[in-house]
């Protein structure tokens, strides 16, 4: 079968790519930005790739249209799809109906550390012999790529609570059906598409009506919001971590900790990412991983050996003593619990934090007035405000001289760099590419070597 897809270049869709591909399809594909990476991560897999929504695209006169949840209404691709009664597919659907059917899949869904942990889970199963497929919004380092197919039973995929395409606005992950879900945590976000937290949460519990009584869910119980979601009805038995009562990541030393259950020791291990935070992601797969078959002295052991995710505290490199790191944090609790992660290891050394509110939500405005409680752990915050419906330096404003705006990128390099000395960790934090600013960053500093 011959498939095109509309938004082939998104993380999600890219990997939509793959899959079909894996399974033997010939894929071609087209979005508004074709570029590196996964432009060239696609077409080293044989997928051909169109720059824009043109028309004439039609002509390939593929069996299938599978269109990702960046193309809106008035796209004249998609327009022409439909005035012709075309065969066409939401990327989520076709997954379920193409990919998942019949595997065992294991869903990450919350708020935040979705990759995180849907990176992790994979991992421990792999390293537990079971070489599962999966599809991640990232790149685990582990696999150097955000998706594969592989003839196990065992399917992991992050489970996303965006909507799904234009035609279908139910989140994506109500089409996954998963037997094993982490629930990992839940707050407002995607203002663009839910009114309150309250829409959210009745989402998560449509995840929740789709699990099997046989399945279980791995819920976070620091989390009242999915506290409120399950007592709306479930199903499916329930582990809770993060829980006092049930299972915890216990600090030890450095890198290292302990796992108890109802406050008895279960075992130790220790994990190259930062934080709290990823240490209670680690748990979570555990306890997703052992439902499979995999024990948890064997998860434990297989933590050890993870590398991480690229963009998740990402160090992309040293110059004069100071190092540049990338991270994916563009929600305030995420912005918090990542500069706490990265206070941990680095001690007293100086944080200079660099923020794109790049996402939907963020462009909104809906939470600038959480971002100076959440960059609170910086010592000096760089804010890139332009396109914004927003006035970035009043919400900082609260900071004092601490933080400051910049709507020119170029402006804003020569700051951090005019900033920086040596034994600083300079933090960018953005869900997108931010204009080439870590590379932009580096070549700075090191001109200001000669």
């Known amino acids: 079968m011959h498939i095109h897809i509309l938004g082939i270049c998104g993380t999600f869709m890219g990997g939509i790519a793959l899959l079909a591909r894996a399974a033997g399809h010939r894929v071609t594909g087209c979005d508004a930005n074709v570029y590196p990476p996964m ?20 002509a390939l006169n593929p069996d299938l249209f599978v ?33 998942l059917r019949g595997r065992w899949v294991l869903g990450v869904a919350g708020t935040h550390g979705k990759t995180t942990t849907t990176s992790l889970l994979a991992w421990i199963l792999e390293d537990a012999g079971l070489n599962p497929s999966f599809l991640v919004g990232g790149v685990p380092e582990d696999f150097g790529v ?21 035609c279908d606005k139910r989140s994506k992950f109500v089409h996954y059906r998963p037997r094993t879900a982490i629930l990992n945590n839940l707050e407002f976000d995607h203002a663009d598409i839910f009114a309150d937290l309250a829409a959210i949460e009745t989402q998560f519990h449509h995840l929740v009506r789709t699990l099997p009584r046989n399945g279980l869910i791995v819920a976070n119980g620091g989390e009242e919001a999915l506290k409120r979601v399950l007592a709306r009805g479930c199903w499916t038995p329930v582990e809770w971590f993060n829980d006092i009562a ?96 990265l206070r941990k290891k680095v001690g007293a050394q100086r944080i200079l934090a660099v923020l794109e509110p790049r996402s939907n939500t963020m462009k909104l405005g809906a939470m600038k ?82």
């Open 39 to 58: 432009s060239t991560q696609l077409e080293e897999q044989g997928i051909e790739l169109i720059q824009g929504y043109g028309s004439e695209q039609l």
């Open 67 to 99: 269109v990702g949840n960046a193309i809106s209404r008035g796209n004249p691709l998609l327009e022409e799809i439909l005035d012709r009664n075309l065969s066409y597919v939401s990327g989520p659907q076709w997954l379920s109906e193409s990919i």
């Open 146 to 166: 955000s998706a594969r197919l592989t003839d196990s039973p065992f399917f992991v995929i992050e489970a996303d609570e965006y909507d799904t395409a234009f």
């Open 246 to 341: 049930g299972w915890q990541a216990i600090e030890q030393d450095s890198d290292a900790f302990a796992v108890t259950q109802a406050g008895k020791p279960v075992g130790e291990s220790s994990l190259a990412l930062a934080g709290a935070h990823n240490r209670a992601n680690a748990v979570a797969a555990l306890l997703a991983a052992r439902h499979t078959g995999v024990p948890v002295e064997v998860g434990l052991q297989a933590l050890r050996r993870f590398k991480g995710v690229k963009r998740r505290l990402e160090v992309r490199g040293t110059v004069r003593g100071v190092t540049v790191i990338d991270d994916f944090a563009h929600h305030p609790t995420a912005i918090e619990v990542t500069l706490a992660g």
């Open 369 to 450: 007035a959480q971002l100076p409680a959440s960059l609170a752990a910086a010592d000096r915050v760089f804010c890139f405000g332009k396109g914004l419906g927003w006035d970035a330096a009043a919400a900082l404003a609260p900071m004092g001289a601490k933080a400051a705006a910049f709507d020119d990128l170029d402006a804003l390099v020569a700051a951090i760099v005019a900033e920086a000395e040596e034994g600083d960790q300079v933090l960018v934090m953005s869900n997108g590419g931010f204009g080439g600013i870590h590379d932009k960053l580096l070549a700075a500093l090191a001109a200001m070597r000669a």
